[in-house]
């Protein structure tokens, strides 16, 4: 066997192995985020959340087109065949990081027609290695198996360095050929890699921006093949190297913001952009043609990968062609040339600063009006300043939270060891043991996983061999490391309280240091060979061979081993179900008011993709504070869901876009807000509806709908309408005017903050809730149970695999899972009120056999609510089981809490769990606990026996007021 198939064979077997990991993990339905928004937009060609990713978008298509081949594997084949390409993608990259360190090593060893045996072992060994450390790294095999944009974003980034150092090689080649035959290396045919290279820049953008940052590497590769000499002083090398620096941040300002940005916006400015850019186009290719016809080598090579940049980047059309066709998922609805440039420049999210700017004062406890250097601090929002008072600098929140927390911590889950899945959880080792808490899940438990730093441990190495070895490629190296970890630090200027990890912007920074694994296991072997200088060659292979085997067993093998259970998507429908049990919450023709990307994407893909429930408009309220989106739910339809209803004027809708200084205006500008109360009309005859049941007598209904409006908090006491809040009043007051025809729902995973002071007049039916127009008392923020109505939304619910301990539920995936059993309770606490105890218990009986405790870990929460639908029917046996396990939760919050309103928080749910025991009639649980809470405490003043317990609750019966008879008495000791 030759070693040129050999080579072959080995690369083969790493991009096999990649895919059959991948395959095996993959998400056969749609995840969580925002995979169904990526699947739904690729299956119909729709328009994505700015800055979009048309190319992907394209890919997704030709990959959905083969969704019937796919039927058996998954029970949703669109989704399957979207998610699969990020696993093609991956694999690709595996295989493509291999060659990258074969390349690297290429550098010192010579061609490989040269190598000895123990060098192609060496060599493949370093690309088995890193290559396959890399794939089974947490952040990248997160990104490997769903439908997202990172997958593709990484394979472009893996192809250019990839390419770069194919250039190298091919120059090197070709100059001496040159030099050989007394020519003049100029205009080389190997240039065409630095050409194709510009075109994948271009293809690129329509992905993710994040792989223009390779022009780093590229210019330190160039930079060393064609300006650097051996004999050139530190002094010129450091000129050298600023002067590169310069040329490629030039470049860089180029394709970003030059070609991205400023092309779209003069082309907006001439009044004619498509005559502007027929223009640019004549200018690019004259540039070629004359540059080539001159003989200009530099010259034409710039012209061509200008021309390229721009040729890659035209995948953008298609964003702008489709948007025209008014798709139902459009976002920022880029048709004008004006809203074109606002959806490349991502306005919609608003800007950080980056070098200067306000930041926050130490001194004022408030964002300075004077601007700083380097500000880091720059958010106004309450909950920001309170973080930010903790920190003594801008330097020290940089240091500590942007580098340490929000990108060292996800370097070491990498390569040492991640301590949990769940938000903010850190890095750990396992050299001291993997210490386990007890009780955990299998999810939870499958979520810590430990390397003992090895990997860690061989990229270090590995970097110090590359130096040793060529320290010229290892500077390229470090500094593709340090601009897509570092450089992505200090350009987005994160702010406290990300909605969740965002470990998958770092993963190309993981992919430099994974070259540096793979060159520290060649390190090693060569190392070792040489040690054995003087011995046998069969022994050196030998040893080379079996040295190979246990570095591969103990990273790479060792990581697939720890990281699998917690990376396997299989089994999970989670998404799919919680969408689908949203959507049949409502009745026909709802307008569903929903939160965030969780509880929108998911609803999406199953309207556009599986064409489920196509007569809901759901409305999203992040979206709902811009003018485009409020403009579409106004003016167009949905599928069969028809526009929403709206009053606002387009004047209205228009001022929303402020001009330079000018502040938003108009009736939908937020505002400044004190409490006041608000007013509908009614229409009787909604309530002869069947979907609004419950026993109403026409003669009670009110003529008006009146509640007390307060805004959402802003600080310092005052409170705030916005734009979002505003509209949604304005869509209530229409749909009122119109007699309640068209039912109003806001889904449970809203926020209170944003449902208007509405709960008095929710009605609950499943995972959504109701506005009907009359308060129908109760103290469930759920709002009333409509009996009939909630059984037969609850019927429709599917909880698959939610009960088996070999699907895994990531903490997100847990959280919601969880929410059924509040949903649930609630609802079952209605009917027992309405004399269905019965099933109000098979509700109860079927959620927590559906989702038990042993796979979803019950929050305080569900558990506490679980236990007052329990006591609701008399169940106080089960009742104070469920209780019981809140005690654990409960005091550790106590012993935990440091601050005032921590220590008053904790004692609000030690309360909570002692009325509820004392509710139940739960004497002698409720004494246990008091026992527990005054351990815990120190304190004996706080215990009490079962028969002072039930003196204390009957003396407090006896002097309450009738009305309030069947409140319980405060807890005792709170």
């Known amino acids: 066997m030759t070693g040129k198939l050999i080579d072959r064979l080995v690369a083969a077997g790493v991009f096999l192995y990649a895919l059959v990991v991948y395959i095996a993990t993959m998400a056969e339905t749609t995840p969580f985020w925002d995979s169904g928004e990526f699947i739904a937009i690729s299956n119909g060609l729709q328009v994505s959340h700015p800055p979009g990713a048309p190319f992907y ?145 271009g293809l690129a953008i329509g992905v993710h921006l994040l792989n223009v940052l390779t022009l780093f590497f590229l210019a330190l590769i160039v930079y060393f093949q064609k300006v ?36 779209p916006t003069l082309a907006g400015a001439s009044g004619a952009p498509a005559l502007f850019l027929v223009a640019v186009v004549a200018i690019l290719v004259a540039a070629v043609v004359w540059t080539q016809r001159r003989g200009l080598p530099v010259a034409n090579l710039a012209a061509l990968t200008i021309t390229l940049v721009v040729l890659g980047y035209s995948s953008y059309g298609l964003i702008f062609i489709r948007s025209a066709a008014d798709p139902p998922i459009d976002e920022n609805d880029p048709e004008t040339t004006e809203a074109i440039v606002s959806y490349l420049k991502r306005e919609q999210y608003g800007s950080t600063p980056l070098l200067t700017g306000a930041s926050y004062d130490n001194r004022t406890g408030a964002i300075s009006t004077r601007e700083k250097t380097f500000p880091r601090r720059h958010s106004s929002a309450p909950q920001h300043l309170g973080v930010y008072a903790d920190y003594p600098s801008d330097a020290a929140f940089f240091w500590q939270y942007q580098v340490g927390h929000m990108y060292w911590r996800y370097f070491m889950w990498q390569f040492v060891g991640k301590a949990a899945d769940t938000q903010d959880a850190g890095w750990i080792s396992g050299l001291g043991g993997r210490g386990d808490p007890p009780g955990l899940t299998p999810s939870e438990a499958a979520g810590r996983n430990v390397y003992f730093g090895l990997p860690l441990l061989l990229g270090l190495l590995g970097l110090a061999f590359h130096v040793q070895r060529d320290w010229r490629r290892a500077l390229a190296v470090l500094a593709l490391f340090l601009v897509t970890g570092l450089g992505i630090i200090v350009y987005l200027n994160q702010t406290p309280f990300q909605p969740r990890e965002r470990d998958y912007s770092y993963v190309a920074s993981f992919f430099a240091f994974s070259l540096w694994i793979g060159l520290g296991a060649t390190g090693l072997v060569e190392l070792t060979a040489e040690a054995l200088e003087k011995k046998s060659a069969g022994l050196r292979r030998a040893v080379s061979l079996a040295l190979g085997v246990v570095l591969f067993l103990a990273v790479p093998g060792w990581m697939l081993a720890e990281n699998y259970d917690d990376h396997d998507r299989s089994g999970r ?77 387009d004047a209205d809708i228009d001022g929303l876009t402020p001009r330079g200084d000018d502040l938003p205006t108009g009736a939908l500008a937020p505002r400044l807000f004190e409490e006041q109360d608000v007013a509908l009309p009614v229409d009787p005859r909604i309530f002869s509806n069947e979907t609004v049941a419950g026993r109403v007598d026409p003669g009670e209904v009110p003529d008006r709908m009146t509640w007390r409006l307060r805004g959402s908090p802003l600080g310092d006491g005052r409170s705030v309408l916005y734009t979002s809040d505003l509209a949604v009043l304005d869509i209530l007051r229409s749909v009122a005017e119109d007699g309640w025809e068209r039912p109003v729902y ?77 949903r649930v309770a609630s609802i079952a606490g209605g009917l027992a009120r309405e004399g269905r105890g019965g099933e109000a218990r098979a509700l109860l009986d079927q959620v927590m056999e559906e989702v038990p405790a042993s796979t979803v870990p019950a929050s305080f929460g569900s558990l506490y609510t679980l236990a007052e639908a329990y006591r609701a029917i008399g169940d106080t046996e089960r009742m104070a089981e469920l209780l019981r396990q809140t005690e654990d939760a409960v005091l550790g919050d106590l012993a935990a809490a440091r601050t005032p309103r921590e220590q008053e928080r904790a004692f609000q749910l030690v309360q909570f769990v002692q009325a509820a025991y004392l509710q139940g009639g739960a004497y002698d649980e409720a004494a246990a606990f008091t026992t527990r809470l005054a351990q815990a405490l120190g304190d004996p003043r706080f215990e009490r026996s079962a028969d002072d317990l039930r003196r204390e609750v009957e003396a407090a019966q006896l002097t309450a007021p009738p009305a309030d008879a069947a409140e319980p008495a405060p807890p005792a000791g709170g």
């Open 57 to 201: 978008m394209l890919v997704g298509r030709l990959f959905a087109m083969f969704a019937p081949l796919f039927g058996g594997l998954s029970p949703e084949p669109v989704a399957f065949a979207v998610n699969l390409v990020s696993v093609v993608c991956s694999a690709l990259t595996v295989l493509l990081t291999h060659l990258v360190i074969v390349r690297l090593v290429r550098v010192w060893a010579g061609h490989p027609d040269t190598w000895s045996p123990v060098q192609r072992i060496a060599t493949n060994l370093g690309g088995v290695v890193g290559a396959l450390t890399f794939a089974v790294t947490d952040s990248f095999w997160f990104n490997a198996v769903e439908a997202e944009v990172y997958a593709m974003s990484m394979l472009f980034t893996a192809l250019v360095v990839w390419l770069a150092l194919v250039w190298r090689d091919a120059t090197r080649a070709e100059e001496a050929a040159l030099v050989a035959r007394g020519e003049h290396p100029f205009g080389l045919h190997a240039d065409r890699y630095l050409v194709a290279i510009a075109y994948l820049f």
């Open 746 to 822: 806001f889904a449970s995973t809203v926020a209170p903050s944003s449902e208007l002071g509405l709960q008095p007049y929710f009605q609950n039916e499943g995972l959504a809730r109701r506005v009907v127009p009359i308060e129908r008392g109760g103290s469930d923020p759920d709002g009333y149970v409509a009996p009939d109505v909630a059984l037969d939304r609850l019927a429709r619910f599917q909880y698959r695999g939610l009960n088996d301990p070999d699907v895994y539920l990531d903490q997100n995936a847990r959280n919601m899972a969880d929410g059924y059993r509040t």
């Open 573 to 649: 429908r989670i998404a799919t179900d919680f969408a689908r049990n949203l959507l049949e919450s409502t009745a026909p023709n709802a307008i569903l008011f929903t939160n965030g990307d969780n509880d929108t994407f998911p609803l999406w893909y199953l309207q556009e993709v599986e064409g489920v429930r196509r007569d809901v408009r759901v409305v999203n309220l992040s979206l709902l504070n811009t003018p485009w989106y409020i403009r579409q739910l106004r003016d167009q339809w949905s599928r069969t869901a028809p526009p929403v209803p709206l009053s606002v004027s």
């Open 228 to 263: 650097d000499r051996p004999e050139a002083t530190t002094g010129e090398r450091v000129k050298g190297l600023a002067i590169t620096a310069a040329v490629s941040i030039a470049a860089f300002l180029v394709v970003y913001p030059g070609v991205v940005q400023t092309l």
